[in-house]
DNA sequence: ATCGCTATCTATAAGCG
DNA sequence: TCGCTTATAGATAGCGA
């Protein structure tokens, strides 16, 4: 699409890139969008710019279902893996971290050669996966802090608007209050036509009719 | 695109709403993708279909953007404990994670008598420390996943609340029309009277003076 | 950073096996 | 359900303000 056709790489030119990012990152939310409506299903999408920005699109409500959904469903997944013992394959070549970190368990150990692991060696891996392990809880509580952080602004914001609507209300109980009293006047203003009607036609001339629904 | 134009509704067809799903479900992965390599971002995208099955892409959370968001693990830490009162409950007790992985790797390691160590034995290790990571991801899910659940409860009963008001100020604006009217009522009343101060006293033995504030 | 433009490229709705 | 084709609608790169 555009005038020139774009390698998959990374574009180099900051400005470019800046660009770019944010017109797909609108095209990517608009179709999610349209593909929750159309094919009526559960979407979540989630993105983070180089600056740890989050943008994201869920289905209505049900951001939680989403979420509470692909626990269950990853870990349904691993267990599964763990007795099959085979990889699904990705088509995109991405990781779970716990894949990232069996992976890197593996490499870590073909590299140094297994059986000639010794004390010190066990105490490097040791710390290795410590890190890692360190490095995914970060990462994990980032993540989640972003969503929480966000749900938090739509929080305050619904509360500011209810306080705006309590002042609203208040108002126009106001004008509650004046037209319990104006109803008094309407009662009195029938009674008074009533009346009126008992009068001789020369005073009734500048009388009209008024009607309340 | 394509032959024709379409609108943003379900598509009532089942056949092809299945196939226009399957279309852009892998149209939405691999303009994902794309976002990710072109403006070297990470994104996570979540679709559900109607039957539940998950599709997924996300980027591969690499080490060195890890490394990179460590500086602000303080101050994730601080937003943490700012926003969450409380600390989040752990199953093994009050040590961190991590340490406790530490621990039991060396407990593991002094069990098994370190020199006597050989590839099974690792690869064993391996597995375990795994499985350690899996329960400690877990965990950590359904913690924050109760905080995120508890906030969207707290959210859906804003909006309920924000609902029933606006249903209040809507009738408390109907109030404002009728006031309006009566306000119309109470001119030509007050004109009547003036007319009625015209007329002869035994015609205007009923009438009482109303005072409107 | 954003907006508008438009030439171009891409995604995909419809149709056919 | 799938794959392939084609005409079109839609997305967007490049550029200017």
Known sequence: MGRGKVELKRIEDKSSRQVSFSKRRNGLMKK??????LCDVDVALFIFSSKGILYEFSTGESMTRILDSYQSYKETEELTRKY???????EYGDMC????????IQRHVDENNIKKLDTTDLYQLEHN??????LVKIRKT???MEVVKDLQ????QLKKEKKTMMNE???KSNFQLKLQKLNEVKVKFEWLQITEAKLDDTNNDGVMDVEIA
Chains 1, 2 share one sequence.
């Open 32 to 37: 999610s969008h349209e593909l929750t409506v």
């Open 84 to 90: 099959i013992h085979g990889k699904l394959p990705s």
């Open 97 to 104: 971290p716990a894949d990232e970190l069996a992976e890197m």
């Open 129 to 134: 996966l410590y890190d890692i392990l360190r």
């Open 142 to 144: 980032q993540v989640m």
């Open 153 to 156: 602004n739509k929080e305050m």
């Open 169 to 171: 209300v208040k108002v």
